[in-house]
Every structure is written in structure tokens, then in C-alpha cells.
């Protein structure tokens, strides 16, 4: 299963405990600069606009959640460290979760973990 559809799968399955939101960033394979010879042809960000339109490219392919797109000076890139690809979970404004970088150590079990035994927990309160 490839990873955004594992994504997907994760993000259906806890849909009812938490929201996910995707934030697209830098190009981290841009086809002006370092890139995979059968990716996407996205070239490097020169506007806000450049990035929407990457993020289009993304959005085709149905994630069930939102995407958002990081703005052109990559702020939440660089306050998260998310270069080139992270996962986080936040509670209540604090990070309870963070990632590894992608895509060596982006870990969707860990996310499936952590989310598993949130419910777990919750469950027994109510």
C-alpha cells in the first residue's frame, strides 16, 4: 500500500477522534533541482500560487482530509522541521507526537499506535 494511501487509511479510521490536515510544503523534488527521474514534474516554488497549484496535483488524488499549503517563505516547513516529509499529532496545542523525517523515518504504525491507544483511553472514560 503506498504511503498516502495508508494516509488515507489511517486518517478514515480515526477520522471520529482526531482531524487531519495535510500542509504541503517546499517541492522536496522539484524538476528544476534535485528529482526523481518518474515523479511529478513540479518545479521549484517561485510563488504562492506556484505552490496552490502544486497542491492541486496532490488534492487529485482524494485525500480525506484538507490540504494546506505552507506559505512561499515556508514557515511551518521550517518551525517544524518538516523537510521533506513529517508527521505530527498535537493535543490540546501541544505536540504529543513527532515524527521522524521522511521519508526514511516517516512511520504511519506510530501514528496508528499512538491514535489506537488515545482511543483506548478515552474509551474507558466514558
Not at 500500500?1 to 479510521?13: G, H, Q, T
Not at 528529482?35 to 517561485?46: D, L, M
Not at 497549484?53 to 487529485?60: G, N, R
Not at 499512538?114 to 483506548?120: C, D, E, F, K
Request: proline share 2%; hydrophobic share 40%.
Amino acid at each position: 500500500m503506498s504511503k498516502f494511501k495508508r494516509y488515507n487509511a489511517v486518517a478514515s479510521e480515526f477520522d471520529n477522534i482526531a482531524d487531519f490536515l495535510i500542509i504541503y510544503i517546499e517541492e522536496a523534488h522539484a524538476s528544476d533541482g534535485w528529482r526523481f527521474e518518474y515523479n511529478v514534474q513540479i518545479a521549484s516554488h517561485k510563488s504562492l500560487d506556484d505552490r496552490r497549484k502544486a497542491a492541486m496535483i496532490l488534492a487529485e488524488k482524494n485525500p480525506v482530509c484538507p490540504i494546506v499549503v505552507d506559505n512561499i517563505a515556508n514557515t511551518a516547513n521550517i518551525q517544524y522541521g518538516g523537510y521533506f516529509e513529517r508527521l505530527y499529532i498535537i493535543k490540546d496545542g501541544v505536540i504529543a507526537y513527532e515524527g521522524g523525517r521522511g521519508p526514511e523515518f516517516y512511520n504511519l504504525d506510530e501514528v496508528h499506535q499512538w491514535l489506537a491507544s488515545y482511543r483506548g483511553s478515552t474509551d474507558k472514560h466514558c
